[in-house]
């Protein structure tokens, strides 16, 4: 006998509750909330940080931000990230959209879901999801680009190029954004003429 599918969504989710069920069960490993002592020493090096040691610290920082706590919403934002860089959004869309279900005061589910949906072209879903990552973790830059590289798509150089500044303000070395802010600016003021 045949047993019917479930739709894949309903599949990801019930996964994602299986699995945390297990997990809460056994123990699960620490969260980022016990590594803001960490973030804090990251970003105050980044400051100051040339730019080699800057691109360690990022990654250092990237590492602690996609640990939720949980092994089973880590791998959900593993496939969903994964989706992602393969093209498959719709698949993503699941993966991620069961994270922040799951998980809804994890900053990097929201956020990659943000980049999901920006890559289909739904700003103002990845809006959404950029604000709500922003609200969980204020200094990820990372959303910071993303937001300005939708302000820039939607033509508001001038906010973009404000969001793009705040970037900076928190990772000097954000590769690209130095060449963004300059064209902005010529951008900007060449308007005011």
Do not use: C
Not at 96 to 118: C, K, S
Not at 134 to 149: D, E, Q, Y
């Amino acid at each position: 006998m045949k047993v019917p599918s479930l739709p894949h969504k309903f599949a990801v989710a019930a996964f994602a509750v299986l699995v945390s069920l297990a997990v809460a069960a056994g123990g699960a490993q620490a969260g980022p909330k016990e590594d803001a002592a960490k973030l804090d020493e990251l970003f105050a090096a980044l400051k100051t940080a040339n730019e080699v040691d800057a691109a360690v610290i990022e990654s250092d920082i990237w590492r602690i931000w996609s640990r939720s706590g949980s092994p089973a919403m880590d791998l959900l934002l593993e496939r969903g990230e994964k989706a992602v860089e393969q093209g498959d959004y719709e698949v993503a869309l699941d993966h991620l959209t069961a994270l922040t279900d799951h998980a809804p005061d994890f900053a990097e589910g929201w956020n990659q879901r943000a980049v999901a949906y920006f890559n289909m072209g739904r700003f103002g879903q990845a809006v959404a999801d950029i604000q709500r990552t922003l609200r969980l973790n204020p200094r990820h830059f990372g959303a910071l680009v993303g937001f300005a590289t939708i302000l820039e798509a939607m033509e508001r150089p001038k906010q973009a190029l404000e969001v793009y500044r705040a970037a900076l303000a928190i990772h000097p070395h954000l590769g690209g954004i130095d060449d963004a802010v300059k064209r902005l600016e010529a951008k900007v003021a060449g308007q005011g003429i």
